[in-house]
């Protein structure tokens, strides 16, 4: 068994040692990582991702997708859930402390070339990557609401938010929760959960996407577009999502990565040719996370 330790040897990769800022649990088993990285922060876009060294004891480091980044602060935010042994360790980490991490790593969203309006779809932890890009798109000039399909108690602040860029069915006019931070912004946000939960669209966050859309003026779907990021099967209703409204888009895929940046090859996805004919396989530590949603061959899965 080869470990953490012994691929840095090997010349694969160079840790940079950062520094635990603070570490606040959340509801949910979640939690938000707070690291100081210096002028490493500066490099960050939505999109990247980071590889964590939990513990020189567990063979490979864990990756996270950057919920936001402070080039001022030098500070980078990490969001995670405890599912196992490696993330329980990062729920034990104290303000002070002294980590080794790999970053930035992979191919970050590209921006739209012209003011689109933005539509962007989050499931589970996937709203690291999705919320951050809702920050930079709004600094951008950009317009753009979020959905986020959620289904234990919200581990970010949530409060009755606005109401503007939501049809108001979908607004949910006398109580919705909506992400505090997003809302500070201008950008409008909407839960959705299967458990049905009050102040949210009760089914999968790609209904409450497809409420959005036909509820909106023909106007603002011709320039809509989608950027999402969750579990595979929710990135595969929203391919069927963009091919019925004529949508292009952006996805950032989660995946089990080994290395973190093309060495090992565990991480792959299948890509349509340029030729429109068969497809191959992408490694999404290098050439993703981040693909455009229709170069993916999803019926391959």
Avoid at 120 to 137: K, T
Avoid at 191 to 212: C, K, N, Q
Avoid at 262 to 267: D, E, L, R, S, Y
Wanted: charged residues 20%; neutral net charge.
């Amino acid at each position: 068994m080869v470990t953490v330790d012994r691929c840095e040897l090997r010349g694969m990769a160079q840790p940079l040692v950062v520094t635990v800022l603070f570490n606040r649990h959340l509801p949910g088993e979640h939690g938000l990582l707070r690291l100081r990285v210096g002028k490493v922060a500066r490099q960050v876009q939505p999109g990247h991702f980071v590889q964590l060294i939990c513990d020189p004891r567990l063979t490979l480091p864990r990756p996270f997708s950057v919920m936001d980044a402070d080039p001022e602060q030098g500070s980078v935010d990490i969001f995670y859930r405890v599912v196992g042994e490696g993330t329980r360790i990062m729920a034990s980490w104290k303000g002070g402390e002294e980590l080794r991490v790999l970053m930035p790593l992979g191919r970050p969203f590209v921006w739209p070339e012209e003011k689109k309006n933005i539509l962007l779809i989050a499931g589970g932890a996937g709203i690291a990557p999705v919320h951050f890009l809702a920050r930079r798109l709004v600094e951008r000039g950009q317009s753009a609401v979020l959905v986020w399909g959620i289904e234990t108690e919200a581990p970010l602040m949530t409060i009755a938010a606005r109401l503007d860029g939501f049809p108001l069915d979908v607004a949910f006019v006398e109580s919705a929760e909506a992400l505090a931070a997003l809302d500070a912004v201008g950008v409008s946000s909407r839960l959705a959960s299967m458990t049905p939960m009050a102040g949210r669209f009760h089914g999968y966050v790609t209904d409450l996407a497809e409420h959005y859309l036909e509820r909106s003026s023909e106007a603002l779907r011709r320039r809509t577009e989608l950027y999402a990021c969750g579990p595979t099967v929710m990135l595969r209703a929203v391919a069927r999502l963009a091919e019925r409204f004529g949508l292009s888009g952006q996805v950032s895929l989660e995946e089990r990565m080994a290395c973190g940046f093309g060495v090992c090859a565990a991480c792959v996805v299948p890509v349509r040719q340029e030729s429109g004919v068969g497809w191959s396989y992408r490694k999404i530590c290098t050439e993703g996370p981040v693909f455009s949603l229709a170069d993916i061959a999803w019926e391959s899965g």
